[in-house]
C-alpha cells in the first residue's frame, strides 16, 4: 500500500493499516463544533475533506460531542437531574424544552429539503425526552440525585448529535453521488463518483465497545481486550449490513461508556477526547485529530499574553505538562491510549473553523525537533495559597515530613507544589486557596505540642497565589534556562515566593502573588522570545525632537520586533507641561497591537503643527473618528500620564522627555517611583536643586537592580557617547583627572563665526577627498568659502537662532546657564555636586556679554558697542595666534567646576572643531599624556532622537535579547542600518 501524509504531518507519520486490516483515522468533534446547524455544516465540509486527500486508503471514526452553544445540552440535562432532586417540576420542563429547541432549530435547518428525516431524528429525540421524564420522576420520589443516574442522563446529548451527523452524512453522500451521476463529464466508473458512492456512515453508541472497570482507579480503567472483543463484532454486524466493497465510516458518541456489567456510564471530565483516544486505539489509527474552536496548542494563555503563538509540535510530556498547569490543550488522560498504543499515535488540535490551519501536532516523547527552542510553553495555576511551616524544631527531626503530608492526605488536601530548604528549618506548599485554611487548622492541630514548645515558630498562610511554569522538553540540555527565567521575572520586578524543579528539567515551577501573575507570564513568556517583549511607550513634548522620535520609532517598529523581540509601542503623547490633553490609543492594547503614529498624531491634534503652534485642542467628546483611527483626545494632560501609561500586564514602560522643561524635570522623581523608566534630553531634571537631584537618586535607587532606570546621555552630548564613555572609563578601574571641552552647540557655532580656524576648509577637503565619499561637508550651517572669514557676534547670533540651534529662550545659551547645567550633569556623575547649584556655576562663568535671565532682548540686533566689545577679544587673541573658544570644565583634583573664553592656539583640535559640533576631552590616569576625545555632531533632531532610542535600546536588550541562540526562538542575523540608531 502507498503511504501517504496529511497536513501537518512529516514524512515519518506514513499512514499503517491498523483494525481489520485498514488504514484508520479517528476525528472527535466538541461541542463548540456541533453547536449549530452552520457547526454541523462546517464538520462535514471538514470530514469531506480530510476523506478526499486519500479516498481509497482512508477509514475514519467520528466522535462527536453533545450540541455545545450557551447553556450546553449536557449542563442543560445534568441541570434537570439536580431540579428533579428538588422536586422542581416546573424547573425540569422548562430545561427539557431549551434542549428540545436546541434540536429542533438545528434540525429544521439541516433537512429543509428531508422533512421525512428531520421527522424522524426528531422522534428519536422526543422519546428519549420522555425516557429522561421517567427517570427524572424516580429522582423527584426519591430525592436522591444519584450519581449514576446523572450519567446516565447526561449521556443521551452525544446519542442524539451522533445520530444527527450520521444522517447528515448519509444525505450528503447521496445528494453528491445524485450530482456526479447527472453530470455530463463523470462516469460511474470514475474514482472520485465509485468511492462516494461507497461511503457509508454507520452510527455507533460507544456504549456497545468501550468497557471500563470502574472499581479499578477513580474515573475508572478500560478493560482493552473486552473492548477489542466488541469492536470486532460491532464491525462485523455492521459491515454485514452494507453493500458489498463499502467502506465503512463510523459516527461514535463520545463521553459515553458501558461498565463491565454492562451498566451505562461516562468517562468523567474531557470525556468525548477520552473516548476519541479510546477508539483511536482499538482501531489502531495513525492520527486523532481534535476538532474545537482553536487553531492548536498557544504558548501561553491569550488573554493574558496576547502574542501568544499556535506551537506547531509539542511532545506528550510537554502537553501534559503544560495540561497540568491549566494550559487549553488536552486532558493527560485523553493522551495514555495514543501514548501506550503501539505504535504511538499523534494527536493533532486543529480548528472546525479554520480547518486549512495545520494547528498543533501531539507526537511521541523525546526530544523536540526544533533544537532552537528551549522552552515551548509557559502556563499558570490561578486560586492557589503558599502554606509556610517554620521553626527549629524540624531540624534533622525524623518523620516531621511524614506527618505533615500525611495530615494533609487525611482532610483530603492536594498538594501542588513543594519546596524545603536544605536546612530543613522550614517546609513551604502550595494548595487551592479554598483548602488552605483547612490544611492550617489540621497542621496546627497535628503540631501542637511543637508548637506550644516553640520548636514550630509559625505556620502561615499566603493568599492568593499563582503557579507560574515554564515547560520544555529541551530544558535539561541548556545551560542558564532557569536563570534566564528567573532574570526575566527579576527585571520585571516580579517577587517570587516559592521554586520548584525536577530532575527531569521539564518543569520550572515558580510561585508568585496573583496581582502579579499576568506580568510575570508576559515577560518570562518575552525573555525566551515566544513573543516580542511589549515596552508601553509615552512621549513628552512634540517639539522637533518629539516629532523626530515618533517618526522614528514608527518606522523602526517592525525592525526592533524582528532583530530584538523589542516591541515599542507609542501609546500616550503630552505636547508640553501645560497642555491639558493627552493623545492616547483609541484601541488601547496592551499587548502591542497598536502604537499611535504620525497619521494618528496628525488626526488627534488637528494637524502636524496645531500643537506646536498653541491651537485649542478639540475636546474628546467633540471628536469624531473612523473605525481605523486609532487615536483620541483625553482631558487630564500630565496628571492622567501615568495612568495612561502604566498596565500591570505589562513589564516594561518608558517616558521619553524630549522637552527642557524645568517643570517636567522635577516630574522625573515621580515617575521612577512609579516603575517607570525615563530616557530624557531634559537636563534640567539631573540638573536642578540639590534635593531634586537627590530625590531622583533615591527614586532610582529605591528598588535597587530592578527598578526604574533613569537614562540621561542626551543630557550632555546629545548624539555623543559622553556619559557612557565616563562610565566605561570609571568601571574599567581609571580614574578621571579632568573632563573639558565645547559642550554647547550654540556657543560652538558662535564662537567659531566670530573667531574662525584658518585652515578648516584643508581639514574639510582633506576628509572629503580620504574618505573616498563617506564624508560631506554639512554646508547647511554655513558655507565653506565663508567659514574662514568672521562675522560679527551680532550677525553669528542671529545664524544660530536662524538655524535652531540656540534654546527657546536664547539667554539660556548667551549666559551659560546651559553649559551649567551639563557641567552640574557631569559633576553629579563624578560625585562632584555637593553643596553646588547650577546658579553657582553660571554666576562664575566668564561671559562674553552680561545678560539677565528674563530680561526681553532682540537677540537679532544687538547695539554696535556689543560687537566692538566682542571684536577687541577676538582680534586680541587673533594677535597671538589664536581664536577663541567657549571652554567648560571638570577638574576632579581641584573640585573646580568653570565656563571660560579661552584662547586656543589655532591648530588646536578645540580650534578646528566644526561649527555646532561639541569635543569633549577625558584626562584620565591611563590618558595623560594624550587626552581621550569624543567629538562629533551633537545637534539636529534625528540625531538626538536616535540616541534617545539607543539609550533605550541598551537598556531593554540586557533584558530581552538571547543570551544564546540555543535560549532562543530564533537565531535571526538581522541588524539595524548605522543610520538607524546611535552609533554609542
Request: aromatic share 4%; glycine share 6%.
Amino acid at each position: 500500500m502507498a503511504a501517504t501524509t496529511t497536513p501537518g504531518e512529516g514524512d515519518s507519520d506514513a499512514v499503517h493499516t491498523g483494525f481489520a486490516e485498514l488504514p484508520w483515522q479517528v476525528h472527535k468533534f466538541g461541542g463548540t463544533s456541533v453547536a449549530t446547524a452552520e457547526c454541523f455544516l462546517a464538520v462535514a465540509r471538514v470530514l469531506e475533506h480530510e476523506l478526499e486527500i486519500d479516498p481509497v486508503h482512508s477509514c475514519i471514526a467520528i466522535v462527536v460531542s453533545a450540541v455545545g452553544g450557551k447553556p450546553k445540552v449536557t449542563d442543560l440535562l445534568l441541570d434537570t437531574v439536580k431540579a428533579a432532586a428538588q422536586r422542581d417540576a416546573q424547573g425540569v420542563d422548562s430545561l427539557l424544552e431549551v434542549v428540545l429547541q436546541k434540536h429542533h432549530d438545528c434540525l429544521a435547518a439541516l433537512f429543509v429539503k428531508e422533512p421525512s428525516e428531520r421527522d424522524r431524528l426528531m422522534e428519536i429525540i422526543q422519546g428519549d425526552i420522555i425516557d429522561i421524564r421517567d427517570i427524572l420522576k424516580t429522582v423527584a420520589l426519591m430525592k436522591w440525585q444519584a450519581a449514576r443516574i446523572s450519567e446516565l442522563v447526561s449521556g443521551y446529548g452525544e446519542l442524539w448529535s451522533a445520530q444527527i451527523l450520521t444522517a447528515l452524512m448519509r444525505l450528503r453522500v447521496q445528494t453528491n453521488v445524485e450530482a456526479l451521476r447527472n453530470s455530463s463529464t463523470p462516469t460511474l466508473e470514475d474514482d472520485g463518483l465509485a468511492h462516494s458512492h461507497r461511503r457509508e456512515y454507520v452510527y455507533l453508541d460507544a456504549r456497545r465497545v468501550i468497557t471500563v472497570d470502574e472499581e479499578a482507579i477513580h474515573n475508572g480503567a478500560v478493560v482493552w481486550e473486552l473492548s477489542q472483543e466488541k469492536l470486532d463484532r460491532v464491525y462485523r454486524e455492521e459491515l454485514q449490513k452494507l453493500p458489498q466493497a463499502a467502506i465503512l465510516h463510523f459516527v461514535i458518541t463520545g463521553y459515553v461508556a458501558s461498565n463491565t456489567e454492562g451498566v451505562a456510564t461516562t468517562l468523567q471530565r474531557d470525556g468525548s477526547d477520552y473516548s476519541a483516544a479510546i477508539m483511536g486505539r482499538l482501531l489502531q489509527a495513525h492520527k486523532i485529530t481534535i476538532w474545537t474552536d482553536v487553531d492548536g496548542v498557544l504558548s501561553a494563555d491569550p488573554r493574558r499574553v496576547p502574542l501568544a503563538q499556535i506551537l506547531p509540535e509539542v511532545s506528550y510530556t510537554e502537553a501534559m505538562e503544560l495540561a497540568y498547569f491549566g494550559a487549553k490543550v488536552i486532558h493527560p488522560k485523553t493522551m495514555q491510549p495514543a501514548i501506550s498504543s503501539s505504535p504511538q499515535i499523534p494527536i493533532f488540535i486543529r480548528n472546525t473553523f479554520n480547518p486549512s490551519f495545520r494547528g498543533t501536532r501531539i507526537y511521541a516523547p523525546g526530544l523536540n525537533k526544533d533544537k532552537d527552542k528551549v522552552v515551548t510553553g509557559f502556563s499558570s495555576v490561578e486560586d492557589m495559597a503558599l502554606l509556610n511551616v517554620e521553626g527549629s524544631g524540624l531540624v534533622g527531626v525524623l518523620g516531621v515530613d511524614r506527618r505533615l503530608f500525611a495530615t494533609l492526605e487525611r482532610i483530603g488536601v492536594n498538594v501542588v507544589l513543594i519546596s524545603q530548604g536544605s536546612s530543613e528549618h522550614s517546609v513551604t506548599f502550595a494548595t487551592k486557596e479554598s483548602q488552605a485554611n483547612s490544611a492550617k487548622l489540621a497542621i496546627e492541630e497535628e503540631f501542637r505540642r511543637e508548637l506550644l514548645q516553640h520548636r514550630i515558630s509559625k505556620i502561615e498562610i499566603q493568599a492568593p497565589c499563582s503557579i507560574l511554569a515554564a515547560v520544555g522538553d529541551n530544558m535539561a540540555l541548556t545551560t542558564g534556562v532557569a536563570g534566564r527565567f528567573f532574570s526575566a521575572l527579576g527585571d520585571a520586578k516580579i517577587n517570587i515566593l516559592a521554586i520548584a524543579q525536577g530532575s527531569s528539567e521539564r518543569n520550572i515551577s515558580a510561585v508568585v502573588l496573583t496581582s502579579e501573575s499576568s506580568r510575570a507570564l508576559r515577560a518570562v513568556h518575552a525573555a525566551f522570545r515566544l513573543s516580542h517583549s511589549t515596552v508601553r511607550v509615552a512621549i513628552v513634548g512634540m517639539n522637533e525632537l518629539g516629532i523626530s522620535l515618533l517618526k522614528l520609532l514608527e518606522s523602526q517598529r517592525s525592525s526592533l520586533r524582528s532583530t530584538f523581540d523589542i516591541d515599542l509601542q507609542v501609546c500616550t503623547i503630552l505636547s508640553d507641561s501645560t497642555s491639558p490633553q493627552l493623545i492616547t490609543l483609541l484601541n488601547d492594547r496592551d499587548g502591542g497591537a497598536e502604537s499611535i503614529t504620525m497619521n494618528g498624531f496628525n488626526r488627534a491634534s488637528g494637524g502636524s503643527n496645531s500643537l506646536l503652534l498653541g491651537a485649542p485642542a478639540t475636546n474628546a467628546s467633540q471628536t469624531s473618528f473612523r473605525d481605523d483611527e486609532t487615536t483620541f483626545l483625553e482631558d487630564g494632560g500630565r496628571d492622567v500620564l501615568l495612568n495612561r501609561l502604566i498596565r500591570n500586564e505589562c513589564p516594561s514602560h518608558v517616558i521619553f522627555d524630549c522637552t527642557n522643561d524645568e517643570e517636567l524635570g522635577q516630574s522625573h522623581a515621580a515617575w521612577l517611583r512609579a516603575g517607570v523608566n525615563v530616557v530624557t534630553a531634559n537636563n534640567t531634571g539631573i540638573s536642578g536643586p540639590a534635593a531634586q537631584r537627590e530625590e531622583i537618586a533615591e527614586a532610582e535607587r529605591a528598588q535597587g537592580k530592578n527598578g526604574a532606570k533613569y537614562l540621561r546621555e542626551v543630557t550632555v552630548g546629545g548624539g555623543l557617547p559622553v556619559i557612557n564613555t565616563l562610565r566605561s572609563l570609571l568601571h574599567s578601574g581609571d580614574k578621571i583627572r579632568r573632563i573639558d571641552g565645547i559642550l554647547s552647540v550654540s556657543l560652538s557655532f558662535i564662537m567659531f563665526r566670530i573667531s574662525p580656524a584658518t585652515d578648516i576648509a584643508k581639514c574639510s577637503e582633506f576628509d572629503q577627498m580620504s574618505s573616498k565619499g563617506a564624508f560631506h561637508e554639512d554646508r547647511s550651517m554655513s558655507p565653506t568659502a565663508t567659514l574662514t572669514k568672521a562675522c560679527s557676534f551680532s550677525q553669528a547670533v542671529k545664524e544660530a537662532i536662524a538655524l535652531g540651534l540656540m534654546e527657546e529662550d536664547p539667554t539660556k545659551d548667551l549666559n551659560n546657564e546651559y553649559t551649567s547645567r551639563v557641567l552640574m550633569v557631569l559633576a553629579k556623575e563624578l560625585n562632584m555636586d555637593k553643596g553646588v547649584e547650577v546658579s553657582d556655576i553660571r554666576d562664575s562663568s566668564d561671559k562674553l556679554l552680561e545678560l539677565i535671565c528674563g530680561e526681553t532682548v532682540d537677540y537679532t540686533k544687538f547695539s554696535p558697542a556689543v560687537d566692538e566689545l566682542v571684536q577687541a577679544r577676538v582680534d586680541a587673541a587673533k594677535s597671538r595666534g589664536c581664536v577663541l573658544r567657549h571652554i567648560a570644565s571638570v577638574d576632579v583634583k581641584a573640585k573646580e567646576l568653570s565656563i571660560k573664553v579661552v584662547e586656543v592656539p589655532e591648530h588646536h583640535v578645540l580650534a578646528v572643531t566644526p561649527p555646532s559640533c561639541e569635543c569633549v576631552r577625558f584626562f584620565t590616569h591611563r590618558h595623560q599624556r594624550y587626552p581621550l576625545i569624543v567629538q562629533g555632531p551633537s545637534a539636529g533632531a534625528d540625531s538626538t532622537a536616535s540616541a534617545l532610542l539607543a539609550e533605550l535600546l541598551q537598556l531593554m536588550r540586557g533584558q530581552s535579547s538571547p543570551r544564546s541562540v540555543a535560549l532562543s526562538r530564533t537565531g535571526s542575523g538581522a541588524v539595524l542600518k548605522p543610520d538607524q540608531v546611535s552609533t554609542k
